[in-house]
T-cell receptor, first 116, second 111 residues
Framework: DTGVSQNPRHKITKRGQNVTFRCDPI?????LYWYRQTLGQGPEFLTY????????KSRLLSDRFSAERPKGSFSTLEIQRTEQGDSAMYLC??????????????FGSGTQLSVL | QKEVEQNSGPLSVPEGAIASLNCTYS??????FFWYRQYSGKSPELIMS????GDKEDGRFTAQLNKASQYVSLLIRDSQPSDSATYLC???????????FGQGTELSVKP
């Protein structure tokens, strides 16, 4: 399977615990995005990378959230001291941007986080 | 004001009708516009992109862009029950910038 892979598919955790999600983008894709989506809402931008550089992090995102993309390959999203409000689907998407404004994102199946 | 706004719906149309989905955006300098479709329980997938004022057609889908009014729409002709999904409008503010999504419009096509 050469699509975007996310692990785990589901994560149940207790409030206050730390969690880490992994995303493996399509190979050769230089861009990687993290979004969060709750029921009935569109994907909410969290952060994105071009190669290994983190270009932007949402101002709405607290310091409990951190993301990395070492060597410009896979990425991890860590949430520290989880809260019930963090419960959501966390989506990863990748793209190959050569320049210009045309950019097609390919999404993974997501990680569903439930904080009890 | 949200950067990208859509009516959440649900929008219900009979099979064979034209479905019209609308989106407005706040940043006048936005460069490019996308429509993604998301089936229930699945991830979004790209169906259309548009960059210039006017219409762009792809099969049964037509995207329309009016930058002066900061408005983009998606028309689905001959709607089918398989078109029932949530349609997400996405906007790229500038070349190389991030992609911002609206809240999505749920479309239901009734047989």
């Amino acid at each position: 399977d050469t699509g975007v892979s996310q692990n785990p598919r589901h994560k149940i955790t207790k409030r206050g615990q730390n969690v880490t999600f992994r995303c493996d983008p399509i190979s050769e894709h230089n861009r990687l995005y993290w979004y969060r989506q709750t029921l009935g809402q569109g994907p909410e931008f969290l952060t994105y990378f071009q190669n290994e550089a983190q270009l932007e992090k949402s101002r709405l995102l607290s310091d409990r959230f951190s993301a990395e993309r070492p060597k410009g390959s896979f990425s991890t999203l860590e949430i520290q001291r989880t809260e019930q409000g963090d419960s959501a689907m966390y989506l990863c998407a990748s793209s190959f941007l050569t320049g210009g404004t045309n950019e097609k994102l390919f999404f993974g199946s997501g990680t569903q986080l439930s904080v009890l | 004001q949200k950067e990208v706004e859509q009516n959440s719906g649900p929008l219900s149309v009979p099979e064979g009708a034209i479905a019209s989905l609308n989106c407005t955006y706040s940043d006048r300098g936005s460069q490019s516009f996308f429509w993604y479709r998301q089936y229930s329980g699945k991830s979004p997938e790209l169906i259309m992109s548009i960059y210039s004022n006017g219409d762009k057609e792809d099969g049964r889908f037509t995207a329309q862009l009016n930058k002066a009014s900061q408005y983009v729409s998606l028309l689905i002709r001959d709607s089918q029950p398989s078109d029932s999904a949530t349609y997400l409008c996405a906007v790229k503010l500038y070349e190389g910038g991030k992609l911002i999504f609206g809240q999505g419009t749920e479309l239901s096509v009734k047989p």
